[in-house]
Structure formats: structure tokens, C-alpha cells
């Protein structure tokens, strides 16, 4: 039998050698700003003790939230071929599980960011790339947390417990997909990633001073 070459995916990989490494490269900079803030570092702290962790749980939650509220908007309102699925009510799960309790008010949840009519589906995808993407962190975090705190996926670690690297293949095709037919949408999605990181700092920032 002759083997069949597979044409598409070699087409599918190398675009997608295209627009998400663009993405990446030019969100770099946010990306490692936000990574030097008090929660991002906290987690994956030798020195991290439980309270510590309810705090990080609570600041993750308080920026999330917001942002996923405004990317389910969007995608109902711009039907895509784009599955979504929040996270942030693990967060609630793990502080429950490890407290007892969820309190709302722990931190104010911010304010999300303004944009007249919500988000287009350009932008949607710009907030998407930042919540999925921080999944890829899940599998060293979790074995982080295993050792710091003794806490697992199944007892208060499911938020950081990361996602299916099949999903954020998907997710990466999409956006290729995205960008290669619509290439106006494709700085949209770039200045939409870059504020998202913009403005989890900033909560991250306003959180860890108010709790210091
Ligand atoms: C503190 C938790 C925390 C940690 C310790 C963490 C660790 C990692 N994040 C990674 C990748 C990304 N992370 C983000 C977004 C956030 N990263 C953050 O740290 C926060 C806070 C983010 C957003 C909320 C994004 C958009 C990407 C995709 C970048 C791309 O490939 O385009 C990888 C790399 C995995 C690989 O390459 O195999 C690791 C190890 N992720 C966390 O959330």
C-alpha cells in the first residue's frame, strides 16, 4: 500500500508556525511583566504556605471572572466555532474545598475592562489566548503545588491544574485559521492580548498592595 501523505496537517502546522508565534512575540513583554507580580510568583514559591495559595486562588478569581463573562458575551453575541469553557468557578471549588467557605468580597472583583458593546470577536480571542494560554503553566504548577502544600487537583488544586494540550492546539488552529482570513482582525487580536496582560497586572498590582 503507498502511505498517504498527509497533506493538510503539514498545511495546518506550518501555518500555525505563523500568527500564534507573532502573538507571542509581540505580547512577550506584558507577558513578563505580569509574571513578576506577587500572585504569578507566589504559586510557584518554595515558601508558599495555604494562605498564601487562598490568596493567589482569590486574585486569580478575581481577574478571571470578569474577563470570561466578557468573552462568553462575545462569543454569543458572534457566533464562532470557538469552544469556551471558564475556569474561575474552580477557583471558587478549590477555596471552598481548602476554607470552608467563598467570600465575595475578599477582593473587589475589579472592574472589567470598558468597551462600548462589549467585546468584538477579534478582541475575544485576544483575552482568550491569555486565559487559555496560561493553562500550558498547569502541569509545573501542579506539581509545585503537590510539594509546597500537599494540595492536588482533586483536593483544592483543580484551577491550576491545567488544561489538554488537544485544546490549545485547537485553540492555536483557530486563531491561524482567524488571522489568515481575516488579516485586519489579526493586530485586534495582538492589542487585545496586550491589554488583557495590561490589566490582570494592574489587578494583580492593586490587590497585592491593598493585602500587604
Ligand atoms: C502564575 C501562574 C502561571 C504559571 C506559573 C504559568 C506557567 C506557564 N505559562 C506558559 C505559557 C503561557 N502562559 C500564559 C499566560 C499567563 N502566564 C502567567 O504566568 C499568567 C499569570 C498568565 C495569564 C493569566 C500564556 C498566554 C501562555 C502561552 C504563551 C504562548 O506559547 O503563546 C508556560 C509555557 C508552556 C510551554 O511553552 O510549554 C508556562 C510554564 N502560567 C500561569 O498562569
Not at 500572585?39 to 510557584?44: C, F, G, L, T
Not at 514559591?45 to 474577563?67: D, I, K, N, Q, T
Not at 463573562?69 to 477555596?95: G, H, M, T, Y
Not at 500537599?150 to 486563531?175: D, H, L
Request: proline share 6%; with cysteine; net charge neutral.
Amino acid at each position: 500500500m503507498t502511505p498517504q501523505l498527509p497533506a493538510e496537517p503539514v498545511e495546518v502546522s506550518f501555518a500555525s508556525a505563523g500568527f500564534m508565534k507573532r502573538l507571542k512575540a509581540e505580547t512577550q513583554s506584558q507577558h513578563q511583566s505580569l509574571e513578576q507580580t506577587e500572585p504569578s510568583r507566589r504559586v510557584m514559591s518554595p515558601a508558599l504556605s495555604r494562605e498564601g495559595y487562598l490568596e493567589v486562588l482569590y486574585a486569580f478569581h478575581g481577574a478571571f471572572s470578569p474577563l470570561e463573562s466578557q468573552v462568553r458575551e462575545s462569543l454569543d453575541k458572534n457566533p464562532a466555532n470557538l469552544e469556551f469553557v471558564p475556569r474561575s468557578n474552580l477557583a471558587i471549588a478549590d477555596i471552598k474545598q481548602l476554607s470552608g467557605s467563598f467570600n465575595p468580597d475578599y477582593f473587589s472583583q475589579g472592574d472589567a475592562i470598558e468597551r462600548q458593546g462589549g467585546l468584538s470577536l477579534p478582541e475575544a480571542v485576544g483575552v482568550m489566548y491569555v486565559l487559555e494560554g496560561s493553562k500550558l503553566g498547569g502541569k509545573v504548577i501542579s506539581r509545585q503545588l503537590a510539594k509546597t502544600i500537599g494540595v492536588e487537583p482533586q483536593n483544592g488544586g483543580s484551577f491550576f491544574s491545567g488544561g489538554k494540550i488537544e485544546e490549545w492546539k485547537t485553540f492555536q488552529a483557530y486563531c491561524e485559521s482567524y488571522a489568515q482570513k481575516r488579516p485586519e482582525a489579526a493586530d485586534t487580536i495582538i492589542e487585545s492580548a496586550k491589554s488583557t496582560f495590561r490589566w490582570i497586572e494592574g489587578y494583580f498590582l492593586q490587590v497585592s498592595r491593598r493585602n500587604r
